[in-house]
């Protein structure tokens, strides 16, 4: 069944997608300049506070004058791109335009090295350019994308048995990865950070972040997490080439453990323990739930099936307990539920 959906979609995935990535850039573009263009139109002109900064031959033209074609450019060539008309010499222009803003309005003035790109942003007069957050974004955007050229460059040296993950492998990847931006969002950076602001608190010492610090740690940890949460995918994927099996991994799942909880420390962005353990927490949960999804792939290399209800009928229970529990906590014994630790306060 797998195999028949992978054999129909994947071709079809696949044309879809060389046709709307384009068209999808393109309206991405279009919206971008155009709204530049339109802010410009109806703006005043502060090129000419920019005076000597413009490249050649920009530095030769007055400040009106680049103001004006910068405007008109942007809008006549979103308008253009959006409809497909000269795309190419369009994207020329807009590379053009592009280099000029970057030269002229965006560079520091002072550059050490190509390494500050991800300094993120910086409230300075020479500050490094607003380039860490949005790339964030693009590459959780794009992460589907991207899964998909990584399955296309090793797919050729799997057999066709194997090709058939190509769908499971491409949403769960992308699913596991963004589900980890969000636990790491949500979770890790928000009560990480409030245990690290907490420190010292009451003695007169008053924490001091700067937005490039914050940015810093905020893109570290929403990226580190999303990668960590890749986990049952690779254990997955090595079983599926039998390089692991589930024996082998519960049997030295207690050296796993401690190689998650030294890859933890080694990837937390602070020395305590308390942020540590909120990524070796869940890289551990991960690891077993790998370790399940490989034990259901021999089941089935073995034409076996797992037991799913009687399992499933466990957990149920195990939920009506705890769903009966909180239920008379909170109705007998006044008890509140909160959206944080410990959830249950009287």
């Given at each position: 069944m797998i195999s028949t959906a992978s054999s129909l979609y994947t071709p079809r995935l696949d044309a879809v997608g060389r046709w709307l990535s384009p068209l999808a850039l393109r309206a991405l573009l279009a919206w971008e300049f155009f709204e530049s263009g339109?802010?410009?139109l109806g703006g005043q002109n502060?090129?000419?506070?920019?005076?000597?900064?413009?490249?050649?031959?920009?530095?030769?033209l007055p400040a009106s004058l680049n103001w004006q074609l910068a405007t008109w450019l942007e809008l006549v060539g979103a308008v253009m791109l959006l409809l497909g008309l000269a795309t190419r010499s369009v994207a020329y222009v807009f590379w053009v335009l592009t280099i000029v803003a970057i030269a002229a309005v965006h560079w520091p003035d002072q550059w050490n090295g190509l390494d500050e790109l991800w300094r993120g942003y910086?409230?300075?007069?020479?500050?490094y350019g607003n380039f860490k957050l949005p790339l964030l974004c693009a590459i959780f955007l794009a992460s589907p994308w991207l899964l998909f050229q990584l399955w296309s460059f090793i797919s050729p040296g799997l057999y066709r048995r194997e090709r058939r993950w190509a769908v499971p492998f491409i949403v769960v990847s992308a699913g596991?990865?963004?589900?980890g931006g969000?636990?790491?969002?949500?979770?890790?950076?928000?009560?990480?950070?409030?245990?690290?602001?907490?420190?010292?608190?009451?003695?007169?010492?008053?924490?001091m972040v700067t937005i490039s610090e914050y940015f810093s740690l905020f893109v570290n940890v929403v990226l580190g997490v999303g990668v960590v949460f890749e986990l049952p995918v690779l254990i997955f994927f090595l079983t599926l080439l039998r390089v692991l099996s589930p024996a082998f991994l519960v049997r030295n799942s207690r050296?796993?453990?401690?190689?998650?909880v030294v890859l933890a420390a080694l990837i937390t962005p602070t020395p305590d323990v308390f942020n540590l353990m909120l990524f070796a927490a869940p890289m551990c949960l991960l690891?077993?739930?790998?370790?399940?999804?490989?034990?259901?792939?021999?089941?089935?290399?073995?034409?076996?099936?797992?037991?799913?209800?009687?399992?499933?009928?466990i957990v149920g229970i195990f939920l009506l307990i705890v769903a009966t529990v909180v239920y008379l906590c909170v109705t007998r014994y006044g008890y509140k539920l909160v959206p944080n630790w410990p959830f249950l306060l009287r």
């Open positions: 339109r802010e410009k502060w090129f000419a506070d920019l005076e000597g900064r413009f490249p050649f031959p920009f530095s030769t910086a409230i300075t007069d020479q500050g596991l990865f963004i589900a969000v636990f790491a969002y949500f979770v890790v950076f928000r009560f990480g950070l409030s245990f690290l602001l907490s420190i010292g608190k009451g003695n007169g010492i008053i924490p050296y796993a453990i401690l190689a998650i690891f077993y739930v790998g370790v399940f999804a490989s034990y259901l792939l021999v089941l089935k290399r073995e034409r076996q099936k797992f037991p799913w209800q009687i399992v499933l009928t």
